[in-house]
């Protein structure tokens, strides 16, 4: 049997917990504001464009700073930590030490 050299894990659900609503509450505390924030990013498709890299950060938070411009200190705040709410998968710390 071949040797295995690589392997990949993809991030969201996978090693980590992608959760947005966990993720982006502590930016948006008012629940209409939570709603109207993640539909614009997660109802138009942006973030998927973004996480697979047809589009830039920058062009993205600009589609939502012009949808949005009354949020945006908290859109850009958002963007420079929100990863920092994602929490690992149970067992998979362990899995990927093993590999």
Not at 43 to 71: N, Q
Not at 75 to 99: F, N, T
Request: proline residues 6%.
């Amino acid at each position: 049997m071949a040797e295995i050299k690589n392997v990949i894990f993809d991030m969201g659900q996978v090693l980590l917990k992608f959760t947005p609503q966990r993720i982006f509450s502590p930016f948006f505390p008012d629940p209409k504001d939570l709603s109207l924030v993640t539909g614009v990013i997660f109802d138009s498709g942006d973030w998927v464009a973004l996480d697979t890299g047809c589009v830039s950060e920058e062009e993205t938070v600009a589609g939502w700073i012009r949808a949005l411009p009354e949020h945006e200190g908290t859109i850009r705040a958002m963007m420079a930590s929100w990863y920092r709410g994602m929490d690992p998968v149970e067992g998979m710390y362990e899995l990927v030490l093993e590999l």
